[in-house]
C-alpha cells in the first residue's frame, strides 16, 4: 500500500447527480495527480497539484469538473452534473517529495470505481 | 506535449519464455520513464522504472532498456510465470510533474 486512501472505493449513482471522489494521501509528498482509466481511452491525467496548488487542469474535461486540495493530506473531485460517459476508475496517485519539484515516482492509489446510470 | 505509443496492445507468450514491450515517445526533453503492472481490478503499480542518464537497469527478472537517440525504451522480462500475467503501462515524463502513459499492453502467459 503506497499510502494513499480513496473513498468510496465503489459509487453508483444516477445522471445529473452530484458526485464527490476523495483522496487522502500520507504527508512527505508534494504532488497529487487525479487519473480516469476508461477502455477506451487509458489512463488520462485530469489535474494535478503541487504544493496543494493545480498546476495543470487542462486534461480536465468539462467544467462539470472541478478538483481542489484544501491541505496536504486532502483532495476532492466533484463532478456536477454527471452524466454516463463519466463512468470510469478515478485514480488518484502522489509523487515528488517534500522540498523538490522534479519528477518522482508516482504512487497510485486503490481507485474509486464510478458508474453513472 | 508528449505523446507515448505502446506496442503490442496484447502478448500471448508461454511460461518460461520472455516477453518484450516497447514504446516510443516524442519530446526529447523527457527524462523519466517508468512502468507500471496493473492486475484486474487492482490499481497500477511501479515495476520498474530508468531516468535519461542510464541505458538499462535490471531487477530480477525484470529489465528496462532506453535509447535516447531513437527515443524508444522496452520492458523485458525473462523466464515469464502465469503471476506475470497482467495489463503493462509504460510512461514518460518531460514536465518534471505530470506522466504521459501507453495505452498499456495485455500480456498473457499460459503454462
Known amino acids: 500500500d503506497a499510502g494513499v486512501i480513496q473513498s468510496p472505493r465503489h459509487e453508483v449513482t444516477e445522471m445529473g447527480q452530484e458526485v464527490t471522489l476523495r483522496c487522502k494521501p500520507i504527508?512527505?509528498?508534494?504532488?497529487l495527480f487525479w487519473y480516469r482509466q476508461t477502455m477506451m481511452r487509458g489512463l488520462e491525467l485530469l489535474i494535478y497539484f503541487n504544493n496543494n496548488v493545480p498546476i495543470d487542469d487542462s486534461g480536465m474535461p468539462e467544467d462539470r469538473f472541478s478538483a481542489k486540495m484544501p491541505n496536504a493530506s486532502f483532495s476532492t473531485l466533484k463532478i456536477q452534473p454527471s452524466e454516463p460517459r463519466d463512468s470510469a476508475v478515478y485514480f488518484c496517485?502522489?509523487?515528488?517529495?517534500?522540498?523538490?519539484?522534479?519528477?518522482?515516482?508516482?504512487?497510485f492509489g486503490p481507485g474509486t470505481r464510478l458508474t453513472v446510470l | 506535449g508528449e505523446n507515448v505509443e505502446q506496442h503490442p496492445s496484447t502478448l500471448s507468450v508461454q511460461e518460461g519464455d520472455s516477453a518484450v514491450i516497447k514504446c516510443t515517445y516524442s519530446?526529447?526533453?523527457?527524462?523519466?520513464f517508468p512502468w507500471y503492472k496493473q492486475e484486474l481490478g487492482k490499481r497500477p503499480q511501479l515495476i520498474i522504472d530508468?531516468?535519461?542518464?542510464?541505458g538499462e537497469k535490471k531487477d530480477q527478472r525484470i529489465a528496462v532498456t532506453l535509447n535516447k537517440t531513437a527515443k524508444h525504451f522496452s520492458l523485458h522480462i525473462t523466464e515469464t510465470q502465469p503471476e506475470d500475467s497482467a495489463v503493462y503501462f509504460c510512461a514518460a515524463s518531460d514536465s518534471g510533474y505530470a506522466l504521459n502513459f501507453g495505452k498499456g499492453t495485455s500480456l498473457l502467459v499460459t503454462p
Open positions: 519530446d526529447s526533453a523527457s527524462n523519466y
Open positions: 504527508s512527505g509528498h508534494n504532488s
Open positions: 530508468i531516468r535519461s542518464n542510464v
Open positions: 496517485a502522489i509523487g515528488g517529495t517534500s522540498g523538490t519539484l522534479s519528477t518522482d515516482t508516482q504512487y
